[in-house]
Nanobody, 119 residues
Framework: QVQLVESGGGLVQPGGSLRLSCAAS????????MGWYRQAPGKQRELVAT???????NYVDSVKGRFTISRDNAKNTVYLQILSLKPEDTALYYC?????????????WGQGTQVTVSS
């Protein structure tokens, strides 16, 4: 199992920035990818960005150029740097870890951290 704890959310004015953190613990050696998802009120959860064990990253088109996903292997932590925040970025942001154990695949989720963009 893997435990994920997010932090760094908050209330920010439009144009501001935030850095979200996701600390992983447990069976982290089985993690092959981590990512950030978000869910706005009344909407489905959507993928924001992912980073693979080899460092490759992927972003949804709507955040390219403003969001950067990175990781610190020594701290078992994944970050999401968000610049130029917009009101439409308001959502609950979830950290996700994908594990492979033998031939089985698993998804783990954190509890989420709220990001609210408002003046």
């Amino acid at each position: 199992q893997v435990q994920l704890v997010e932090s760094g959310g908050g209330l920010v004015q439009p144009g501001g920035s935030l850095r979200l953190s996701c600390a992983a613990s447990g069976s982290i050696s089985n993690i092959y990818a981590m990512g950030w998802y978000r869910q706005a009120p009344g909407k489905q959860r959507e993928l924001v960005a992912t980073i693979n064990s080899d460092g490759r990253t992927n972003y949804v088109d709507s955040v390219k150029g403003r969001f950067t996903i990175s990781r610190d292997n020594a701290k078992n932590t994944v970050y999401l740097q968000i610049l130029s925040l917009k009101p439409e970025d308001t959502a609950l942001y979830y950290c996700n870890a994908k594990l492979k154990v033998l031939l089985a695949f698993y998804d783990y989720w954190g509890q989420g951290t709220q990001v609210t963009v408002s003046s």
